[in-house]
């Protein structure tokens, strides 16, 4: 069975090339435009990991990993945040809310792979 991962951000291109990328190497994707979306779409099903950007409307990605934290079912749900922002007290920021890695775009398909081959076990 492929483990899931949903994807998170505003812009519609980056998901599907983050999508692209995932479904290649043979993970199931979710998508979410946003942080209120992607709460809206964790309805209780297994989540295997979330990548998701810092800046987008509505809720950015920070306060997004905070309210997912919050939730019993995905409590543990490994988190990359896939970001411009390449800045310490951002990075330590995401990292206190509980984000696993952080990555900044422009950014290679296989260093995204990378990531989330060491984040979720087979």
Request: hydrophobic fraction near 45%; aromatic fraction near 4%; charged fraction near 25%.
């Amino acid at each position: 069975m492929a483990k899931t991962i949903m994807i998170v951000d505003d812009s519609a291109s980056l998901r599907q090339v983050v999508g692209i990328a995932l479904r290649g190497a043979g993970y199931d994707v979710i998508e979410a435009q946003d942080g209120k979306d992607a709460l809206g779409k964790l309805t209780g099903q297994k989540v295997h990991l979330i990548v998701s950007d810092v800046n987008m409307p509505n809720m950015d990605g920070i306060a997004m990993v905070v309210e997912i934290k919050k939730l019993p079912n995905y409590k543990f749900t490994p988190i990359i945040m896939l970001t411009t922002e390449g800045a310490d007290e951002k990075k330590k920021a995401g990292q206190a809310a509980g984000a696993k890695a952080w990555i900044v775009k422009p950014f290679q398909p296989a260093q995204l792979l990378d990531a989330v081959s060491k984040l979720i076990l087979p």
